[in-house]
């Protein structure tokens, strides 16, 4: 990576998230919560429908940062708020969210990066921030 300055955007990141990418999640954290899964049970508990896991979110959301760095290793800090959950529909189209993310700050070797998620019309995380190690 080059010299970072504050406003460089990072090249954005499309993710679709589909039933069985919320198996396959669910698998590898041991999070088998029914609104994962379950439409009957996500819908009685007061959600549009099965949603996504959060932490699956989050994680894709530092794709866009991790990608653009050279060394992953990079990322010294990370942190997000959930705001809306990402409703994954039983078809084959699946939930698509779409992640940017622009520099804020540059000082003293980090660089502070903010980063957008988007689902729909909607933002589906708040507050979402990586700190990263530059030259």
């Known amino acids: 990576m080059s010299s970072v300055e504050v406003g460089t ?9 589909r039933r069985e990418n919320l198996v396959r999640y669910a698998g590898a954290s041991g999070d088998f919560n029914p609104i994962h899964w379950n439409d009957r049970m996500a819908v009685a508990l007061g959600l549009p429908g099965v949603i996504a896991h959060g932490m699956l979110t989050m994680a894709s959301a530092a794709r ?5 760095l050279s060394d992953p290793a990079d990322l010294i800090e990370y942190g997000v708020r959930f705001t809306k959950p990402v409703v994954v529909p039983d078809d084959d189209k699946g939930a698509t969210i779409t992640f940017s993310a622009k520099v804020d700050k540059v000082a003293d070797g980090r660089a502070e990066i903010d980063i957008t998620a988007v689902c729909g ?10 700190v990263v190690r530059v030259s």
């Open 9 to 17: 955007e990072l090249p954005p990141l499309t993710v679709t998230v």
């Open 64 to 68: 866009v940062v991790t990608d653009w």
């Open 121 to 130: 019309d909607e933002k589906v995380l708040g507050r979402a921030r990586a």
